[in-house]
């Protein structure tokens, strides 16, 4: 089964044209981006933890088909942390050094449930066109 990495905007390019300058593809990005919001959202629903342990998860939960690379990791902690969605706090590690946990906040419990039903629809959707037999049948 193929690996899908999660890599961060700079690493989202269009190669169709070699040898003209790369630029980012901005639906690519946000695909990804919200994805992987809402897949760090849903790990922290189980209890505080540290980006290395939620990157983790989410490579175990997805039976390692999702590879969470940390220069994408990181920028959305910052970002979902300044949105108000997650909150940090420094404790020690299963390794006893300091590290930065991450929790989820009310606002990010609210934010999870709206992206996870809209991603339910997106997969609908999607699922209708790629099987559009399926639905006649049912």
Do not use: C
């Amino acid at each position: 089964m193929p690996i899908l990495r999660v890599y961060s905007y700079a690493a989202l390019v269009d190669d169709r044209h070699e040898n003209m300058p790369r630029r980012e593809s901005p639906l690519q990005f946000e695909m990804v981006q919200g994805t992987l919001d809402m897949l760090v959202l849903r790990t922290l629903t189980l209890g505080p933890a540290h980006g290395q342990t939620i990157a983790h998860a989410i490579e175990r939960g997805s039976e390692e088909v999702l590879q969470v690379e940390h220069g994408s990791l990181y920028p959305a902690l910052h970002r979902l942390e300044n949105r108000a969605w997650i909150a940090s706090f420094w404790g020690t590690s299963e390794n006893n050094r300091k590290a930065k946990y991450y929790r989820l906040t009310p606002e990010g419990r609210k934010q999870l449930a709206s992206q996870t039903s809209r991603w339910q629809q997106v997969v609908r959707a999607i699922g209708g066109i790629l099987n559009p037999a399926t639905e006649h049948n049912e």
